[in-house]
């Protein structure tokens, strides 16, 4: 099939496969040469791999869905487990250890740092926008980056990890990790804007506007447009239609709606049939074991979650319609993921007022002021059993190397050359193959070097032929994940992967072992039956540490430790995460 100008979304959600029609007809030029594609690529925040209708969930996600009725769902797609480590593997097709992000951006950068944790991109890791701007793409970015020391302000000489000095012809939208989706901190160019502060201002509406804008800019060139939306990380932020249109709903809790769950993902074909639903978590609670309050409590947390979901997805709608209406739709590529598995920081109690410090709300006061979740005088997260919800079938969640950590939806929609809309591709993938494919889509590469200084080497492949055919070969067999002291190596259909407690003797880590041909959702440990295997992924650990990452091992930042212990013991679930502001 011949190259077309395309539109790219890359996007996470919920799932009804519907039939779509193909408009659009922009695929040459006026002499009949083929055109590049136009691409967007949309990166959803903190959503699991089931909260999208099309990947199981009870969410109403039905744009997102839409995309993947005209186009694909890959079910093996693996992140980085927590935001900016992730952010910087799709960016610039490198593992983030190898670009010095393998957390998040330092505070301040220490400049005799040149391990993995220094929290700055190197200036010789291109990111895509800068591939494709330097192949005469307009390119353009909205939302979250969270890619930047946090002691950058923008200024000359101090912003050379802003998004305009890393390929963007124009961004828009917050710096750090996490905003108010009312009154954002916002961004634009090099410079801070004053918070938003009118009635009816929603963030995910606002760049959705400006993502829309510009792809109508007049230009002779293709267009890049990066839509980072802070949905559906917190604070849970929506307007009440969209809240309430989940009353009753999520009464049933989080055991019953994880059963209804893989059911669905098995009718799908998103799970295969021998898959068992993974035990509840140590120290998550068991839904029966609450009270009456707070089960009206948690639930209404979970539809304030699921509406802030469902508007993001009506924001995506609009820009497909938009695509549609102008005739650009099937000329476009797109790709939708998000960052890592389901957001677990708020512990078994959720926070009501504010995030990333301690509750000190009983179940009974949050409840006399239930109604404010979900407005702007809340900043609010769900408790940490509907992350496990979030990460169905999977153990775990946000920041664990567990399936429920890593693993989320990613959907690809490009009617010009998808053959078999609607289909799920199988194919093993990771973050890092995604910047590579969009520069393959688009007829360029990632560079060797650049005005004479050697580039990085990237890590990830093209998975265009995994687009065009279901039988193609997937673009790895080998990935290796460390977040923190947590291990994971995946061969083929073979994971090994060890929990490190924090600030322990990384030699008295248990390493456990699974077949995910047989067992996908890592529910059988199979390390003492087969020490064997074992000792052979664990090599293969340490040699892709070593390629990958200097040094290949370390604990954690010490801003992060006190984060998540990583504790799997009863004792350590009800714990939130410390104060802090990222």
Request: glycine residues 8%; negative net charge.
């Amino acid at each position: 099939m011949g190259r077309t100008r395309l539109t790219l979304l890359v996007a996470a959600g919920g799932f009804a496969l519907a039939g779509c029609a193909h408009t659009g007809n922009l695929a040459q030029s006026s002499g009949g040469a083929a055109l590049p594609p136009d691409i967007v690529l949309i990166v959803l925040d903190d959503v699991g791999f089931s909260d999208i209708g099309s990947f199981g969930s009870e969410i109403r996600t039905p744009n997102i869905d839409a995309l993947a009725a005209a186009g694909l769902r890959y079910n093996r797609f693996d992140t980085k487990a927590v935001c900016s480590p992730t952010r910087a593997a799709l960016l610039t097709g490198r593992n983030p250890q190898t670009v010095r992000m393998a957390d998040l951006p330092a505070r301040q950068v220490d400049p005799q740092d040149l391990t993995r944790d220094r929290g700055e991109l190197p200036q010789n890791a291109s990111t895509i926008a800068q591939v494709l701007q330097r192949a005469g793409y307009a390119t353009r970015g909205f939302g979250k980056w969270h890619l930047a020391p946090e002691n950058e302000d923008g200024s000359p000489g101090n912003n050379a990890s802003w998004p305009l000095q890393r390929g963007f012809d124009e961004f828009y939208g917050f710096f750090l990790g996490w905003t108010d989706q009312y009154h954002p901190k916002l961004i634009e160019g090099n410079a801070r804007l004053p918070e938003p502060d009118r009635d009816g201002y929603h963030f995910s509406v606002d760049i959705t506007d400006r993502a829309i804008a510009a792809l109508d800019q007049a230009s002779d060139k293709p267009r890049f447009v990066y839509l980072a939306y802070g949905a559906a990380h917190a604070p849970i932020q929506v307007p009440a239609k969209y809240i309430h249109a989940y009353d009753g709903v999520y009464a049933k809790g989080w055991d019953k709606l994880r059963e209804e769950r893989l059911a669905r993902q098995k009718a799908l074909g998103i799970i295969p049939q021998q898959a068992q639903l993974s035990p509840r978590n140590p120290g998550d609670r068991a839904w029966d074991d609450l009270t009456d309050t707070e089960r009206a409590v948690f639930a209404r947390f979970m539809q304030v979650y699921a509406g802030f979901l469902t508007h993001a997805d009506e924001q995506i709608g609009r820009l497909v319609d938009h695509l549609k209406r102008t005739g650009r739709f099937d000329n476009t590529l797109i790709v939708v993921v998000s960052d890592n598995g389901a957001a677990s920081e708020a512990g078994q109690n959720g926070s009501f007022q504010h995030l990333y410090r301690p509750e000190t709300m009983t179940a009974a006061e949050m409840l006399e002021r239930i109604d404010e979740l979900g407005t702007d005088k809340t900043q609010s997260e769900y408790q940490r059993p509907w992350a496990m919800l979030g990460s169905t079938p999977y153990k775990r969640y946000k920041l664990w190397p567990y399936l429920g950590g890593v693993r989320t939806s990613l959907i690809l929609s490009w009617p010009r050359e998808v053959d078999d809309p609607g289909a799920i591709r199988h194919q093993y993938i990771d973050a890092v193959d995604i910047a590579p494919t969009l520069a393959d889509a688009a007829g360029t590469s990632f560079p060797d070097s650049v005005n004479g200084r050697e580039e990085i080497p990237v890590a990830g492949h093209s998975i265009l032929s995994t687009v065009r055919s279901a039988s193609a070969p997937a673009p790895r067999n080998v990935q290796y994940f460390e977040l923190r002291g947590n291990r994971a190596i995946t061969m083929g259909d073979w994971r090994a992967l060890a929990v490190h407690l924090n600030g322990t003797d990384f030699a008295e880590d248990r390493w456990q072992l699974y077949d995910l041909a047989s067992d996908p959702t890592e529910s059988r440990d199979l390390a003492a039956a087969m020490p064997e295997k074992l000792e052979e992924l664990k090599a293969l650990w340490w040699r892709e540490a070593r390629r990958h990452s200097t040094p290949a091992l370390a604990e954690a930042p010490e801003a992060f430790r006190s984060r998540e212990s990583f504790d799997e013991s009863e004792a350590n679930a009800n714990r939130s995460y410390g104060a802090s502001p990222r």
